[in-house]
């Protein structure tokens, strides 16, 4: 059975719920957390952007293309990443955060300036950033891609696979690779953990990979293509813990259905 994790605050996630109506249905845990595209392979029924488990129901809040672009236009990041200097898949991927543990956002810059000030640091609970006056940006500890920034990219683009793969097929070299990831709107680290991903997933899930391009997401039942599940298992564990922000630990959905039980309920509001 999946089970949701809940961790927002009990007001929070009232008016969460009073300003989302939700798309899930009723006490199914079987229906995946998603926002089906055409290359999904899934139905409405089988993927939706909400979860309803165990008796509770949540739906993220839809973020408009004009909220992601406040979050890149109305803030500045006062302790960046340094860019990668080493690709992170010479070592093995350390242990995982405690799951309590949260990365939030705290403004350092005076309320109505733009762009503001603010700080990204880690938690070990979303109660603690709270205490200490900032708003958790995703679960887990910080990492290369958890500025505000890279978040504008995650709720801009509901399916990259499709651009960070062409993104690797049609560049000759890494720099080049990376290059292209920042067009779509990631910073440098962000960019880097991202072709350090696919150089490591082209080095251990070609052949698996090949013949898999241009199919679906997922197979029927609701499971990853073989490709992405190579991915998963063999680049997810690093990419989680450099990157830091995930869509499933920013409670978004997109178009890789998840089961709820990996899913993150988080309202973003800073």
């Known amino acids: ?24 249905p009723a006490d ?27 008796g509770t129901t949540w739906t993220p809040p839809a973020y408009d ?53 603010y700080r990204l640091g880690t938690h070990a609970s979303e109660a603690a950033a709270r205490a200490a006056g900032a708003s958790p940006t995703h679960f887990g500890r910080c990492g290369v891609c958890s500025s505000l920034e890279n978040l504008a990219v995650y709720m801009k683009e509901n399916d990259l696979t499709a651009p960070v793969r062409s993104c ?15 067009a779509l709107g990631f910073d440098l680290p962000c960019a880097q953990v991202w072709a350090y991903n696919t150089a490591n997933t082209r080095s251990r899930c070609l052949s698996t990979c090949i013949n898999l391009l241009d199919a679906p997401y997922h197979q029927p039942d609701g499971r990853l293509n073989d490709c992405l599940l190579c991915d998963e298992t063999q680049s997810g564990p690093v990419f ?31």
């Open 1 to 24: 059975m999946h089970v949701l994790h809940f961790r927002l605050p009990a007001v929070a996630l009232l008016l969460t719920l009073a300003g989302c109506a939700s798309t899930a």
């Open 168 to 182: 690797g097929i049609s560049s000759p070299t890494f720099d080049a690779n990376v290059s292209c990831l920042q």
């Open 240 to 270: 989680k813990a450099v990157a830091g922000r995930t869509r499933r630990n920013s409670g978004l959905p997109n178009a890789l259905c998840r089961p709820c039980s990996e899913v993150r309920p988080l309202v973003h509001a800073y």
């Open 65 to 117: 293309a004009a909220f992601a672009a406040r979050l890149v236009s109305g803030w500045t990041l006062d302790n960046p990443s340094a860019p990668l200097t080493a690709d992170p898949y010479a070592s093995p991927a350390p242990p995982e955060d405690p799951p309590d543990t949260v990365c939030a956002v705290l403004p350092t810059g005076p309320a109505g300036s733009t762009p503001r000030g």
């Open 28 to 54: 199914s845990c079987a229906v995946l957390f998603g926002q089906p595209a055409a290359k999904t392979g899934l139905t409405a029924a089988q993927c939706a952007p909400g979860c309803a488990c165990g």
